[in-house]
């Protein structure tokens, strides 16, 4: 074989091998998809995700990878290390403008495919406490979930709907669990946590406490959402907790499914549809399931969208 006609088929070799790695059209095959903690909400519907893709689209190579949450899961967007990730709303508001956490940096490449289920604001405190209303905190200690993160983010922002700060209160830094645990200790007189619910360690004092969750009522929920556009009202529907049967009005934050401009358009669109075509699976995997559909799937939408997966819903 002649020197030239060896170099023509190394070179085809390559043209094909590189075909192979990318795909048709340069579309990504090899997807990460982050989470959160296997004990956590995210884990599993974003496991279940994964499975829709790999069953659904031809060739695909997904994987599911537990992390800290959305905080983590922004950083690995940003670096390349993650294609998919499960993110708070108000989270990756605060990374596509500089807000919060993100004040020092903003990412400027992030792409929404889908809303998934409200993770809800839920002030809780004991029956016991006599509180009733979020204003009567004042002077109260609160735990308001661990520093910088977007729990924390909503109980400051809630507070001041209410015309209150942190000078107001005695301010506890602690995570829900830790809150939770503070409460049934009586070493805080209300936590606030940002989950989806029945929230486990809220379910926990129920079972030992009688409870009362604070509303978060119409005129601040409105002016809360007129000012971040990433909240929604939600009710937590009375019998969420054991011994507390009233209907509460609060906010919402929503998990949405996230990605980068690095994932085009046409396997964006694909993304959305076979998820939304399949969300018997995601029912399967967890209770939160239930919440998504695809009339919720634009709800608080706080990010410009791959454009994909922008007309598959407008279909």
Known sequence: MSKQRKVSVVGAIMLISLFLIVGCGGTKKDLT??????????????????????????????????????VENIG???DGKADLAIVQNDIVYYAAHGNEMYKNYKVSNLKAIASLYPETCQIVTLES??????????????AVDTRGSGGEANARQILAAFGLSYD????????????????????????????GYPTASVQDIALQNKIRLLPVIEEEADALIDRYPFYTKTIVPA???????????????????????????????????????????????????????RENALKG??????AGAKNFFKE
């Open 301 to 306: 939408m706080s990010l410009d969208m791959n």
């Open 76 to 78: 690995l967007l940003k």
């Open 168 to 195: 107001d209160v005695n301010v506890k830094f602690l995570s829900i669990a830790e809150g939770a645990e503070a409460l049934k200790a009586g070493e805080v007189d209300a936590f606030f946590l940002t989950a």
């Open 129 to 142: 406490s006599g509180i009733k209303r979020i204003t009567e905190l004042k002077g109260k200690r609160i």
């Open 33 to 70: 998809v982050a989470t959160g903690s296997k004990s956590g909400t995210y884990y599993p519907i974003g496991g279940a995700i994964v499975d829709i893709l790999n069953e659904e689209i031809s060739g695909m190579n997904a994987k599911v990878e537990s992390t800290d949450g959305s």
């Open 239 to 293: 019998g969420t907790y054991a011994g507390f049967n009233q209907d509460v009005i609060t906010v919402s934050v929503m998990a949405m499914l996230v990605t980068t401009d690095k994932i085009d358009d046409k396997l964006g669109g694909q993304i959305a549809e076979d998820i939304f075509t399949n969300l018997d699976k995601l029912k399967a995997a967890h209770a939160v399931g239930r919440r998504i559909t």
